[in-house]
């Protein structure tokens, strides 16, 4: 029961925050969404070093100098798998009018949730991948730990929920509908997650691998959407603030919490 509350707490702040189209009026001020997308960004940097790449070094100390060789390998590999979806699934960023992916007739609204579906997949096995090595008994991860990165990852998806529905409602969706697409972009976390577990549980062994991958894929989406968002256009700034605000709260809390 615990488990199932951890990988569905990241879940719950993504519907949180796409609620917020149900009680504001007015579309998200650039500012703000800058300042959201690098807080973002922030949490995602520092669960990557904190939760998921130095324990998985940790887990093979026995390696001694060689410990990096499954948290390099993981993280490549969590690299490309990212960049082929990127390259594969036809989906469109919120502030963009090109799609991406492969050539698709799908509706704008469609591929606006593939790309929150994208961005959201490496969350989803990060979380099933720290409950795993929980599961696992193994000293370089706790079910804290997890229960962290989960807190940490639904404290970014809160803003990021909002940041997806209020758009939509901007351009003439119905608020409910909105809200509605904003809380099924956050599905697939629980999900992959769930999946990730009952994956790791076959292949013990390869945690370590596991952890870099969700790693690797997170940085992906790091820095291939959520900085260049916060940094494009006017006041640049506020989104490095926000992605230093982001950064400390959650490694504060894997240190502390952890």
Do not use: D, R, Y
């Given at each position: 029961m615990n488990i199932t509350i951890g990988i569905l707490i990241p879940f719950l702040g993504t519907t949180l925050g796409a609620a917020c189209v149900l009680f504001m009026q007015n579309e998200l001020r650039p500012r703000i969404q800058k300042a959201l997308l690098g807080f973002a960004s922030g949490v995602m940097v520092a669960a990557?070093?904190?939760?998921?790449?130095i324990p998985s070094m940790e887990m093979v100390s026995d390696m001694g100098k060689l410990s990096f060789i499954p948290a390099a390998v993981g993280f490549a590999f969590g690299i490309g798998f990212l960049l082929l979806l990127d390259q594969l699934i036809p989906h469109l960023h919120m502030n963009d009018s090109r799609p991406e992916g492969i050539k698709s007739s799908?509706?704008?609204?469609?591929?606006?949730?593939?790309?929150?579906?994208?961005?959201?997949?490496?969350?989803?096995?990060?979380?099933?991948?720290?409950?795993?090595?929980?599961?696992?008994?193994?000293?370089?991860?706790?079910?804290?730990?997890?229960?962290?990165l989960s807190i940490?990852?639904?404290?970014?998806?809160?803003?990021?929920?909002?940041i997806i529905s209020m758009p939509l409602s901007a351009e003439g969706m119905g608020k409910k509908k909105a809200f509605m697409m904003g809380m099924l972009s956050g599905a697939v976390e629980p999900i992959g997650a769930a999946l990730t577990i009952l994956l790791a549980a076959f292949v013990r062994p390869l945690l370590p691998y596991f952890l870099s991958f969700a790693a690797g894929a997170m940085l992906y989406v790091v820095v291939e959407e959520l900085i260049p968002e916060a940094s494009e256009g006017e006041h640049s700034n506020i989104g490095t603030i926000g992605f230093a605000v982001g950064f400390l709260i959650m490694m504060i809390l894997d240190v502390a919490l952890g």
């Open positions: 990557s070093v904190w939760s998921l790449l799908l509706s704008k609204t469609t591929m606006l949730l593939l790309a929150v579906t994208l961005h959201n997949i490496p969350e989803g096995m990060a979380v099933g991948v720290a409950f795993a090595g929980a599961l696992s008994e193994n000293a370089a991860l706790s079910a804290a730990g997890a229960f962290t940490g990852i639904a404290i970014q998806n809160f803003p990021e929920g909002a």
